[in-house]
């Protein structure tokens, strides 16, 4: 069962939940860079982490999944979210060039079948990066946050479920290295800084950027062995010592049963050569 999107709205409104979204969303910077000329998609409650593309993004749009509810984004402006529903995006075929998934496959009832439809949304080359809850890290042990609900996953299982996807794994990293208590969120940047280098395995969120890829698939040609067969009757020379063609010089060595009519035309043939 998906987190209501009050209760979405209420972490990141916190101090610890603005921590997240410093520290989660300057690791999408450094994935994406200039998201300039793109179209990007925020899926699942992604829309804290996507502001600052807005600025140079061409369309910026948030899906979010009709179990957890959808709000009003940005606040005070024209709204860009809307309603989804988890296997049926309602986008056209490779829309956008980014997307991003926040609190999106870790509830997910059937993440394969929400990661296809990401896949079919995506344009050729475009990438996307999945934000889940690490499973050995300590965001994933409390359910003070929106990251201690669902399933969370290792590098290798998400990897794997991407790859189940059609998605190619192309790079990740780790964030929100503080303990998920509201009164360190203080602190957020130095434990950022930090644990990368000391304890890496600590981490409360993973992160991995997946490429959909399309090749064009040239068909092959395949080798095929061909059965030369022998011919039965062959051309014999005429003998200049017999001057008369018998039915063994038209058969090849191991053929047999010359048909009684063939053997008929030879005798004929034999009676006008005759002297």
């Known amino acids: ?151 969370p996953y290792s590098r290798g299982q998400l990897a794997e479920l991407l790859r189940e996807a059609e998605l190619e794994p192309s790079g990740w990293t780790r964030a929100l290295y503080v303990p998920p208590l509201n009164w360190m969120a203080g602190w957020a940047e130095g434990f950022e800084q930090t644990g990368s280098r000391l304890w890496p395995g600590f981490a409360g969120l993973l992160l991995m950027e997946a490429v959909k890829q399309t090749f064009a698939v040239k068909p092959k040609g395949h080798g095929a062995r061909v059965r030369r067969v022998r011919p039965l009757l062959a051309p014999a020379p005429v003998s200049q010592a017999e001057g008369v063609l018998t039915p063994r010089k038209l058969l090849e060595p191991g053929g047999e049963g010359l048909s009684v009519r063939l053997q008929t035309v030879l005798a004929r043939m034999n009676r006008k050569a005759a002297p």
């Open 1 to 151: 069962m998906r987190r209501d999107v009050l209760d979405l709205r209420q972490f990141y409104a916190s101090d610890l939940g603005r921590a997240a979204r410093a520290m989660v969303g300057r690791k999408v910077i450094e994935a994406w860079g200039d998201a300039r000329g793109l179209d990007v998609l925020a899926l699942g409650y992604a829309t804290p982490f996507v502001a600052t593309a807005r600025q140079a993004a061409r369309r910026v749009v948030g899906a979010m999944p009709a179990q957890q509810g959808v709000e009003l984004w940005p606040g005070g402006e024209r709204n860009l979210t809307t309603l989804v529903g988890e296997d049926s995006l309602p986008f056209p075929n490779a829309l956008f060039d980014r997307i991003l998934i926040v609190h999106g496959i870790e509830e997910s009832p059937d993440p394969l079948a929400f990661l296809r439809e990401v896949w079919r949304v995506l344009a050729p080359s475009g990438r996307v990066v999945v934000a889940v809850a690490a499973r050995n890290g300590l965001w994933a042990n409390t359910e003070r946050t929106p990251f201690g609900h669902g399933r």
